[in-house]
């Protein structure tokens, strides 16, 4: 039972990106995925969450640039990021939860390995 985070890289402000989550070891398909994400030095914080119906939970801040969807038949979760800021720069992780979305971070398991965003001119 595994998550595999990967899409991360240096980008300009202003670009795009696009984060995969994929799963192994077990289906999505039931589950709610939620991707986060800790700068150093900061805490972790949501950003979003997608439930198993397709219902998406943005933070407010990111609404707009973030997108979430997912892809059942390839058992993966998109996070694609536009309008990048160097703000955003930050470990970003993807996480599961039981058929719903959660503040609580507590319920989310198991979590991905995280993959480097760096936005950076």
């Known amino acids: 039972v595994q998550l595999q985070a990967s899409g991360g890289g240096l980008v300009q402000p202003g670009g795009s990106l696009r984060l995969s989550c994929a799963a192994s070891?077990?289906?999505?398909?039931?589950?709610?995925v939620g991707w986060f994400r800790q700068a150093p030095g900061k805490e972790r914080e949501g950003v979003s969450c997608?439930?198993?119906?397709?219902?998406?939970h943005d933070a407010d801040s990111l609404k707009g640039r973030f997108t979430i969807s997912r892809d059942n038949a390839k058992n993966t979760v998109y996070l694609q990021m536009s309008s990048l800021k160097p703000e955003d720069t930050a470990v970003y992780y993807c996480?599961?939860?039981?058929?719903?979305?959660?503040?609580?971070?507590?319920?989310?398991?198991?979590w991905g390995q995280g993959t480097q965003v760096t936005v950076s001119s």
């Open positions: 996480a599961t939860a039981r058929a719903l979305c959660y503040s609580d971070y507590a319920v989310y398991n198991p």
């Open positions: 070891g077990f289906s999505l398909y039931s589950y709610a």
């Open positions: 997608i439930t198993p119906d397709g219902s998406t």
